[in-house]
């Protein structure tokens, strides 16, 4: 069903831009402000000038100029092999291993790639304005594919490497494509990107905007781990999940993550109070917090932080979460539903600046 090539990246050449540590950056949804300002100043081939520029145009005027004065190089057409040694916000030392390679996009109708979040027009709108101008890929987005991996990391040096990320092509290009000919997709991370690839490819209609840089990842993968997003809530909702009292937050946290999957259950603290709330079989837990609504809401991945929040009056709420089962998020996005935002929360990021995947002959 999904169709996956080689594709022709585009890299920076190190002896031009400068070292690869201070062209590469986290996804552009992941960078506030302040840490923006950081990268910029790290290299003025940093790759958030062109992820998070100060305009679309000029984004595309440095993209032009880059490949012009050899800052980006072409390479050959290749899959590539991506693992990433990261530490977890469990404190677990994990590797993650996936595929690099051009996805062939197509509407969510025919099945092949599967949503599972809701996505909103703001961004799209930002991030189409941007391919409009660069016409090329910046990042990869990530993909999840059920099944045994269709390719084996090589055992000799990565051709890259930066901190916990590591990049190897893969010669046998015929077998890997062939291996995803009748799976699905499903969309771990970008959702906004991937919509976005598909009204820029129906703007133009050349070949080349049909396809869009991926990283594909194995629900198997021994390094794929989905972690808890929790909630917190400036203002008080106006619903309440009720809940049986606890000690405290630690201990019910520790005794949410002990129960069974059968009932949606959440931990909620405010006011000096801790309550365990359950829901009735078969729901998921993000949609049961899901009915506190969205007034005043953030999230965060750290409990303690979440807690912390309340303790200082920041927040009225905090609700702390379970992770969700990747097996529940598959299940959705087949049945044709998709989930809350934030319901899902994939570490570590990619890294942006690895490659480039241009979308002009």
Known sequence: MAEIKPFRALRYDERQAGPLEDLVAPPYDVIGPEERERYLAKSPHNVV????????????????????????????????????????????????????????????????????????????????????????????????YEGKRPFEVPERAPEIQVGGARLWRLDEATPISEAFADRQLLIADGHHRYETALAYHEETGTPETGYMLVVLVAVG????????????????????????????????????????RDRAAVVVYGAGRTELALDGDGELDVRFVDRLGQEGLTYTPDWQQAVRSVDKGDAEVAVLMRPTRIEDVFAVAKRGETMPQKSTYFFPKLVSGLLFHPLEP
């Open 49 to 144: 000038n062109l992820t998070l520029p100060e305009s679309e145009a000029e984004a595309g005027r440095l993209f032009r100029e880059w490949r012009e004065n050899k800052i980006l190089v072409a390479d050959e057409a290749d899959f590539w092999a991506l693992s990433q040694d990261y530490v977890g916000p469990d404190g677990v030392a994990r590797t993650r291993t996936g595929l690099v390679g051009s996805l062939k996009i197509e509407p969510y109708e025919t099945g092949t790639v599967l949503p599972h979040e809701r996505t909103h027009r703001g961004p799209k709108e930002g991030r189409l304005s941007l391919l409009r101008e660069v016409r090329a890929q910046l990042e990869p987005i990530f993909l999840l």
């Open 221 to 260: 993968d021994p390094g794929l781990e989905i972690f808890p997003t929790h909630r917190v809530f400036s203002t008080r909702p106006v619903e309440t999940l009720g809940g049986e009292p606890r000690p405290g937050p630690e201990d019910a946290l520790a005794e949410l993550n002990a129960l069974p």
